[in-house]
């Protein structure tokens, strides 16, 4: 009688009795391992742990059984083996794919692939795969399987071969990768956003309505892809002053108003020059295509007030209506009270004072600059931003009834950008005029005191409250990095 460790069961149930717990508790360790790490790969290992270990311990064990009793392959081994098959099959697409395109480096040909052709090849190798289980396990003939599924493939292409055509064009089209979804592309002097991007078409939307460019078009034809110009994208527009404004101040009027337009790139610089007659050309530089239009939407209405601010006549147009003599009187009177004024000292201030008009948006004064003007609010508000650490905070608003630039009577510099927040009036009246009026009247000086005095408050409570925020949030890093150590 043979002893039962002899017996050609013994030894394979040992292994998987014994070789089975230690191999699930290192599966284990390791999925645990990568899953800390954010590690994709742990899924795959978690479809070997829970699926395909088991299951090649029961087809060992039910071999053995089977083996035991009734000599040859039952067909519950086949089931088995065949589930065993496509475990595998599964386990090795996951693994291929997160190896070579979830963990793709960024710009390396893996990360470009498009996954139209990753599915592709998955469907290929699941088939291969079932043929092979099926070869193996059931011993089926896939060979005319497959022959009778490549005649009739070539058969089909023949007969589609201008339909399909269309189709691998634009399949190269999507491996080459010239755009993406989001990229602007400028095609046939169509400009437009790529939104949507599938085996037949590419979905242009230009603002007024969707251009649908079949990807064989594409593929045959020359295209600009407009987000792809080392990282900013130039602006140029043309504008029309009139012969008698001086080229000097409009170019310098066209400079400044592009250089505050939030839209500008960083580090560039807009340049404008005279086109001949009274024409002249504008051009700055934004973050993307996206921005042109907002740009250049800004950038003229921002232009139109700062033009007749400066007395120079936009598109041939120099009037004012808003600068009339009645509109300063009435706006004299409603400052009256504010610089105790008396109907002899409105007359004579009328001729050095005058009105303007700013758009929302737009920067009125910048900190570091000693203002001449003092600006009384007539309508509309004005924030006052103070500078920290490349952002704006706000400090306080101003609204009709008050002023900004009071520092012009203690010679002291701007702290705060002054920022319409609507479209401003306001009334500006020089610093010497306004020193004449204050050595007249000490309580004026008292007021404008005060009111400097607040600003600065405002100024110095916002930065603390600021730094506080900053080291709260430093305290609160240091510990969250202590609680890891």
């Known amino acids: 009688m043979t002893a039962f460790w002899e017996q050609s069961w013994f030894w394979p149930s040992i292994a998987v009795i014994v070789g089975l717990p230690v191999l699930l508790l290192v599966l284990t360790e390791l999925q645990s391992s990568l899953q800390r790490r954010h590690n994709p790969m742990h899924k795959v290992i978690g479809l070997l742990r829970n699926a395909v270990v088991p299951i090649i311990a029961i087809l060992v064990l039910s071999v053995q059984v089977t083996d035991a009793v009734d000599p040859g392959q039952p067909v519950v081994n086949q089931v088995i083996a065949s589930v065993l098959g496509f475990l595998v099959i599964v386990f090795v697409l996951n693994g291929l794919n997160v190896l070579l395109f979830t963990n793709a480096r960024a710009g390396s040909w893996r990360e470009k692939v498009p996954s139209i052709f990753v599915d592709i090849a998955r469907i290929v190798l699941i088939a291969l795969g079932l043929a092979l289980v099926f070869k193996i396990v059931w011993g089926a003939d896939v060979g005319g399987i497959f022959t009778a599924l490549g005649v009739g493939s070539l058969v089909i292409g023949l007969a589609l071969q201008s339909a399909v055509g269309p189709v691998i064009a634009g399949l190269f089209l999507l491996f080459e990768q010239p755009f993406r979804l989001g990229d602007w592309l400028d095609v046939g002097g169509t400009r437009g956003r790529v939104v949507e991007v599938n085996w037949r078409s590419v979905h242009i939307d230009t603002g007024g309505g969707i251009l649908v460019t079949p990807n064989s078009s594409l593929a045959g034809a020359s295209f600009t892809n407009l987000s792809r110009t080392g990282g900013t994208f130039p602006v140029t527009t043309s504008v029309t002053f009139t012969t008698d404004d001086a080229p000097a101040a409009v170019v310098a009027l066209l400079q400044r108003t592009a250089a505050a337009l939030p839209q500008l790139a960083r580090d560039t610089a807009p340049a404008a020059e005279p086109a001949g007659g009274a024409a002249y050309t504008v051009s700055f530089e934004v973050g993307g295509p996206s921005q042109e239009g907002p740009a250049l939407a800004q950038f003229r209405t921002w232009l139109w007030y700062a033009a007749r601010r400066e007395g120079l006549a936009l598109d041939g147009d120099g009037t004012d209506d808003h600068a009339s003599e009645e509109r300063r009187d009435a706006a004299l009177a409603a400052v009256a009270p504010i610089l ?79 920022v319409a927040t609507t479209e401003v009036s306001v009334l500006a009246v020089p610093a010497p005029v306004l020193d004449a009026i204050v050595q007249r009247t000490p309580r004026l000086a008292k007021d404008i005191s005060a009111v400097i005095d607040r600003r600065h408050q405002d100024v110095q409570d916002v930065l603390q409250a600021q730094e506080q925020v900053r080291l709260q949030s430093r305290v609160a890093s240091q510990r969250v990095a202590g609680g890891a150590a």
């Open 340 to 418: 105790y004024l008396g109907d002899e000292d409105r007359a004579a201030l009328a001729p050095a004072v005058r009105l303007e008009r700013y758009a929302a948006g737009e920067v009125i004064a910048r900190p570091g600059v000693v203002p001449t003007v003092i600006r009384f609010v007539l309508s509309g508000s004005i924030e006052l931003r103070v500078p920290f650490d490349g952002t704006q905070l706000l400090a306080t608003k101003v609204e009709a009834g008050d002023y900004v630039g009071q520092t012009a009577l203690t010679r002291e510099v701007v702290q705060a950008f002054q």
